[in-house]
């Protein structure tokens, strides 16, 4: 059991970091970066579903990529 104590805080780090490797390789304008942004908010501030935020990013590319 404290093996799994011990070892949580380096699975947290790494998940962390992996992320931010995706976001730096993906983020590339100003809108990509705000839905970064603001997914890992609600991710980490509110029990909303990570797929939500996914959806209406989409969706709010696909409207900027039209307009």
Do not use: C, E
């Not at 404290?2 to 949580?8: H, I, N, P, R, T």
């Not at 501030?45 to 935020?53: D, E, H, K, Q």
């Amino acid at each position: 059991d404290s093996v799994k104590q011990g070892l949580a805080p380096v699975a947290i780090g790494l998940i962390m970091a992996s992320g931010l490797v995706m976001a730096r390789a993906a983020d590339h304008d100003v809108l990509t970066v705000v839905a970064t942004i603001a997914t890992a908010a609600i991710v980490v501030f509110t029990p909303i579903n990570p797929l939500a935020a996914l959806a209406f990013f989409a969706g709010a590319a696909v409207v900027a990529t039209v307009m």
